[in-house]
């Protein structure tokens, strides 16, 4: 594993610090908006007073804060793979680049002390899970790692209310950032009531969780931006509809959820894709904010 300089320094100094995923690179966007995203990303980060990691895998080398060159090869390579934390060791063993999710990202940052991760939407328990027991391992990695995930909550295209239940389950605390309703990605809704919280009482909460060793994420649910929402009925039509034709396929596993956003963004007409720019930018910006308060209260 190589942890840039940028970052070391950082670590060093106890500055803030926002890791970033590169599945929204490899996997969750087409070209070139992706490469565009990730350096906008970025830039909000540094903007906001922390210090951008965007965590791959390049040729078989995990990497804690590609370079914009690293992040331009990665997006531009072909042949790269979805990365859980159970194929961390496959790309590296077999010199493979990667995509990181939420859960391998949570892992690689919280190996490096990283405290706070940005990312669009966590995965979950997903649609006719009786029949596919198809759960995401990013609940999983959410139950063990010591981090604080930002995200705009899960994606619509999942069971929302059984992934809900499954983080209470394993001892995820879920909050909503200045909500109390926990936000369905290009929704800000779901009937679903969570409570509110902001960057301060978060980074007091993290230091409870440590005087008691209580181990578990805690995901701050951060809503959409109201002027980017998409209406939630809106987004059930064109859900169903990308669910039927993935079903005609045949599609399972990884190749699901890509699938679905991609099938999304052409229904939409592009609306989705702004919708997740947007919601990832801002989730950013939240983190960004976690984290300059946890680092000015040195918890580390």
Known sequence: MRISNKVLNALKNGDPIVALETTIITHGMPYPQNIETAFEVENVVIKNGAVPATIGILDGV??????????????????????????I????????????????????????????????????????????????????????????????????????????EYLETKGVLVLGYKTDEFPTFYS??????????????????????????????ILVANPIPEEFEI?????????????????????????????????????SKGKSLQANIALIKDNARVASLISKEIASNGLD
């Open 89 to 164: 060791p496959l790309a590296v063993a077999k010199g493979l680049s990667g995509g990181t999710t939420v859960s391998a990202t949570s892992f690689l940052a919280e190996k490096t002390n990283i405290k706070v991760f940005a990312t669009g939407g966590i995965g979950g328990v997903h649609r006719e899970v009786n029949e596919t027991f198809d759960i995401s391992r990013d609940l999983e990695e959410l139950a063990e790692r010591d981090i604080i995930v930002v995200s705009s909550g899960v994606k619509s295209i999942l069971d929302v209310e059984k992934t809900i």
């Open 231 to 267: 209406d939630y009925n809106t987004m059930e039509i064109w859900i169903n509809e990308a669910l039927d034709e993935m079903k005609k396929m045949g599609l399972k596993g990884k190749s699901v959820t890509p699938f679905i956003l991609s099938k999304i963004v052409e229904l």
């Open 62 to 87: 995990v990497i804690v804060g590609l370079s914009q060159d690293e992040i331009e090869a990665l997006a531009k390579k072909k042949d790269v793979i979805k990365v859980s934390t159970r194929e």
């Open 188 to 217: 800000r809704k779901s009937g679903i009531k969570i409570d509110p919280t902001d960057e301060f009482e978060v980074s007091k909460i993290l230091r409870a969780k440590k005087l008691f060793n209580i181990k578990g994420s």
